[in-house]
């Protein structure tokens, strides 16, 4: 288990679909998926996707638990997705503020479905199928946009909600 280097936004292999896992029960899986939550804990992360730390694989992960980065946001249990698909349950749109470890300090205004079924492998191989909605569903969003190359800012509709942190008037 280890702390690995965080892509940032700028290097292609974030823009690249990332490939399916064929194994999920695979011993590099498991010990991919150890450095993942090491590394998105390190960076006070609430989700990390595979491509992020230049592993091009379908596979998320994410877990909301007293985090200092988002100190208000309700609990999400520590989650492992490998091969996820999602399904909109509800096609209104929310928007509100995200960030991204691959582009630290930078926040901006993104439109996210409110309501969403997801599902794919657990690291066992067993089916996982959840739904999610307003924070939860908005992680999940963000982290499978990485697996198809699609950043934050991409998803934006006014740029003029997009900016540095400590700039911000949030």
Not at 24 to 41: H, K, Q, S, V
Request: glycine share 8%; aromatic share 8%.
């Amino acid at each position: 288990m280890s702390v690995r280097k965080l892509l940032k936004m700028g290097d292609a292999r974030l823009l690249q679909r990332a490939k399916p896992v064929c194994d999920a029960t695979a011993p590099e899986i498991a010990a991919l998926i150890d450095d993942m939550f090491d590394t998105m804990r390190a960076y006070s992360g609430v989700g990390l996707a595979a491509p992020q730390i230049g592993e091009g694989l379908r596979v998320i992960v994410f877990a909301v638990q007293d985090n200092p980065r988002y100190p208000d946001a309700p609990q999400v249990p520590q989650t492992v997705l490998i091969n996820p698909q999602i399904t909109v349950l509800d096609e209104r749109l929310e928007y509100a503020w995200e960030g991204c470890l691959s582009l630290p300090g930078l926040r901006g205004e993104v439109p996210r479905f409110s309501r969403i079924a997801y599902s794919g492998l657990a690291l066992d191989g067993s089916p996982i199928e959840c739904e999610a909605e307003g924070f939860h569903a908005r992680i999940v969003q963000h982290e499978c946009d990485h697996l198809d190359g699609v950043l934050y800012p991409l998803r934006m509709q006014d740029m003029r909600r997009f900016g540095f942190e400590d700039t911000l008037a949030l």
